[in-house]
């Protein structure tokens, strides 16, 4: 029989607690791009966008973000982080045109004490009359418990007293903040299971942090004991070691907690990731699940050996979930199976002995610590099957190339022709045009011509993510006609001359 599943609140705090990461600041447009993104396309619930009173560029940006809200009838969904300041924050939010505030105060004893230097009872009235205010305004409360998890471990005492004290407060939701991410998961599960058992009527968000990297593993008990909302940010962002990333918690609710559902779209999940990796300048570490660059490529040759034969290396976890696409890795420990599975995503069918060119190419590319990327493929193989039809009758042997600084520099260059070797030293204006210029000097004393270079391109496969390769292409004029020759190499002056040998054995 099909469960109701229990609706799960999701609450990204990117735009304020990711803020908080150390060295990333938004601009303005920049706020409103994301927000945009999140309420519309991610279809999260609810954005928290800044903190009240931050700076002048913190309120253009609120502005602009609640005029476009209220536009589209979403303003309700944007939260503004307030203080326990009287009505210095409450004004704030009018100006800004904001709606709903989250107001900060105390949840645990020590916080309220040493910080606030107060007494229970004073902080409550104090918060008290924050909300009144802002309730007369117009503005709807949401109350944060910072430190709630100390609070519980060390003066639960307080923490019911406290709420005991919000249950009779206009208060839409209650967050319960672990500050500082020092919960276990076992504990997230106790302390939430005793809060919404003594709170039946409340709605209660967990606010996880990840200083121990347990923010997944809580957000998901923090739902098995039965909360109602999560705060989560894009990329984990946030103060210190981040909070709970977005994506993560997701697929993790998703896979696991099948009697809950979000209104999260998975697929849009990467792209989102991704501008705010551009916007914030924050990198995506490539392990990172779920947004990684590396987190759908499979390296060794045995996986992708297993996933051709029986998909025996996939999970629950598919890349196309979140707009993303299963890679095999070329490198020297892929083996035929990764590249196989690379030139079946590219449509290209090989013969055998050339599968084998291609994969001893890509271990030696891999031997030499590069990265071979599959926009490398066609290139590698074009270079392969050009060889293929070239007869090599001249062999460059070896070369010395230098390039100093207030130098000329030079070359020493060894070539054979049909088996005679030659060789000669030159300067030029670079390591290419010595190269040539040594290469004249053994074709002159053979009494013959060699073609005049009347284009020289270089280019990188498409996409700009090779390390690993470069391709020069040098057309020819001989004879009144034109003709190309292609090099492929790691190294610009070697695919240079690698494409100088193609031309030596077609003339
Ligand atoms: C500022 C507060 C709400 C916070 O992010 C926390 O306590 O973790």
Redo the contacts with the bound molecule.
Sequence with gaps: MPVDKRYIEIMD?TL??GE?TSGVSFSPSEKLTIAQLLLTEVKVDRIEIA?ARVSDGELAAVKAITKWAKANGLLNRVEV?TFVDGDVSVQWMQKAGAKVM?L?TKGSLNHLTHQLKKKPEQHFAEVAAVIALARKKGLECNV?L???SNGMRHSREYVFQYLNFLQQQPVKRI?L???LGVLTPAEVHDYITQIVQRYPKTHFDF?A?NDYDLGTANVLEGVKAGAHGLHLTINGM??RAG?APLASAIAVLNDFMPTVKTNVAEASLYSVSKLVETFSGFRIPANKPVVGENVFTQTAGIHADGDKKNKLYFSDLMPERFGRQRKYALGKTSGKANIENNLQQLGIQLSDPDLKKVTQRIIELGDKKEVVTQADLPYIISDILDSNTIEEKVRIENYVLTHSKNLKPSVTLRLSIKGEVFEEHSQGDGQYDAFMNALKKVYKKQKQELPALSDYAVRIPPGGKSDALCETIITWRWNNREFKTRGLDSDQTVSAIKATQKMLNLI
């Design positions: 705090t304020r607690d908080q903190s982080l989250n900060l944060y910072e430190d709630w967050m903040p672990d500050t606010h942090h946030g103060e909070n």
